[in-house]
């Protein structure tokens, strides 16, 4: 009898082991031994969830894809940023993009005359003198967000040794740097403080550093080395608007390069 007993109870211990298992709920019945009598006690339900259990998908997994829409913009900069460091050579670090910055011929220039490109409805075409013997031609992409009469004999800041470009025509031999906000609606053209000389290369630190500036690189090895594109992704105006490499200022020897109004932006 004892034996028959044991068999039954294993018996039945496996069925329940195997519905647990399978996320089921078990009823039992809880038998005690009073002497010779069996005396059956009220049933109870023990309710079970399993990681095959539909209950257990309340729950977030954390190895499914993220949704790359979400927030694109920034983890695209961060992406873009890492990948242009790696094929240029650079790790990232700020030693490391602070000298590619010293590669970059950053001027002080001054817009002699401003006009709108004959084929090109969004493009300004500039004449401007960064102390050279001629001034150089320079194509902005500037028309839906600067009147044409606010470039006049204006101080800029030019970045000076990129490749030369044809623009619809016109060939271009600079870019003239500006800040932007977020959604790119509104851009303010950087400013040399009063006092700059057209034709003054600009630098990122000190005063002092002033004396510590490399020769630039050519503009094939800007393009190369993807030198700009390494630097551009730390550019930024801070609270006071003033233009920034990560926590170094843009500077002339007559003060720092700032804009207008526009505060946290990106440079380009």
Known sequence: ???????????????????????GGLRVGVCSRLGMDMVRNRPFSIKTATLFSPRHHRFSCFCTTANVNVNAEEPTSVSTATNTASESGLDGDVGSIRDAAKMLDIRVGRII?????????????????????????????????????????????????LKPRNMRGVKSSGMLMAASDASHENIELLEPPEGSI??????????????????????????????????????????????????????????VVGCRSLKNANIS
């Not at 490109?117 to 013997?133: K, N, Q, R, S």
């Not at 028309?143 to 800041?157: C, E, G």
Request: glycine share 6%.
């Open 1 to 23: 009898m004892a034996t028959a007993a044991a068999t039954a109870t294993v018996a039945v211990a496996a069925a329940a082991a195997s519905k647990i298992i399978r996320g």
């Open 113 to 161: 005359k401003a006009w709108r490109h004959e084929e090109a409805d969004t493009l300004y075409v500039e004449e401007v003198d960064v102390g050279e013997d001629e001034p150089r031609i320079v194509c902005s992409g500037l028309v839906k967000y600067i009147p044409l009469h606010h470039l006049q004999d204006r101080k800029v800041v030019v970045l000076a040794n």
């Open 198 to 255: 057209p034709g003054e290369r600009i630098w990122f630190g000190a005063e002092d550093d002033q004396q510590n500036q490399p020769d630039p690189a050519t503009p094939n090895q800007i393009q190369k080395k993807k030198i700009w594109e390494s630097v551009q992704p730390h550019l930024k105006t801070d609270y006071s608007c003033l233009a920034m490499l990560g926590e170094h200022l843009m500077r002339t020897s007559a003060g």
